[in-house]
């Protein structure tokens, strides 16, 4: 469960690192707001490693990269569009993102860029409410318009706003709930998971390349199958990958187990139990997990 008093003083430690505290001290010399959002202060919260920083700001594009070259040994903007400035300080990269208050077309992915000029309208458009709130720096606020904390305490997911009007407008969303799930070992809140369930058709507007990013990070998870069952359950995977769906409908001749899926899905974690045995640290063998997921997909069809 998580502890506030330990997590809140997680966040102070976050705050003091060399580079938030580096980009804290300069967009405050320059008269903007600037905060630590994302996946770092839910990691902080939970007493998990943190790795990408990402930022927000009331700064403008061409602001940010005004005030992060001196201090910066380089800087791209490829996502200048987006609102996001990409820099490398003190050795590590970051990404600074202008306050964003997109809106869909319902056809493609791609958002109507419009940059807001508030956090909390900034927060409330993004995935999930664990994923939903922000640490000021450098006075150490946190700022959770949606719930996020209670959700963390909770080990629940779910959307900040109407689930449906959520994957509606980004159905990738759909799959990171089932790789957060797994990452993060937290449940799918019903009303999300029925949303997924209604909506699992809206995928087809995503690329396969993104399909497959999101299904290769979920695959590297310390617990995949926990996503696996969240695709399966939702009815997702039948956009891409039905065979896991149909050895649901195979049992094993051995009467070993439930059925083939079952059977699959106990493979699929003895497989990662294995790797952690033999090379103790290694990085996630994903072929060797996909392997083992879909080693039995022919049986319904032979």
Do not use: C
Not at 15 to 31: C, I, S, Y
Not at 161 to 170: C, M, T, Y
Not at 205 to 233: F, N, Y
């Amino acid at each position: 469960m998580l502890n506030m008093a330990d997590g809140l003083a997680r966040l102070g430690a976050l705050a003091e690192n060399p580079v938030v505290r580096t980009l804290a001290t300069a967009f405050e010399e320059a008269g903007f707001d600037l905060a630590v959002v994302g996946g770092p202060v839910r990691d902080a919260l939970l007493g998990r490693a943190t790795h990408d920083l990402d930022f927000t700001t009331n700064a403008s594009p061409d602001e940010i990269l005004t005030i992060v070259t001196p201090i910066s040994t380089a800087q791209w903007d490829i996502g200048r569009a987006f609102g996001t400035i990409g820099a490398r300080v003190q050795r590590e990269q970051v990404e600074i993102t202008t306050y964003r208050a997109d809106s869909y077309d319902g056809v493609t992915r791609k958002p109507t860029v419009e940059f807001g000029d508030t956090i909390d309208g900034d927060l409330v458009r993004r995935d999930f409410t664990v994923n939903s709130m922000a640490l000021q720096v450098p006075s150490v606020k946190l700022i959770d318009p949606t719930g996020g904390v209670e959700d963390l305490i909770a080990g629940v997911l779910r959307t900040p706003a109407d689930p449906r009007i959520s994957f509606g407008d980004d159905p990738l969303r759909m799959l990171r709930a089932a790789r957060f799930s797994a990452q993060l070992g937290f449940r799918v809140e019903e009303a999300t998971a029925e949303a997924i369930a209604e909506l699992r058709e809206t995928l087809k507007i995503v690329s396969p390349e993104r399909i497959q990013s999101e299904l290769v990070r979920l695959m590297q998870t310390e617990d995949p199958v926990r996503g696996i069952r969240v695709l399966v359950d939702t009815g997702l995977i039948d956009e891409f990958l039905p065979e896991v769906t149909e050895l649901r409908l195979e049992v094993d001749e051995h009467h070993h187990h439930k059925d083939v899926y079952e059977h699959s899905l106990t493979v699929l974690a003895q497989a990662i139990e294995l790797e952690h045995s033999r090379h103790p640290g290694a990085a996630p063998d994903v072929p060797l997990r996909i392997a083992a997921l879909l080693h039995d997909i022919g049986k319904p069809r032979t």
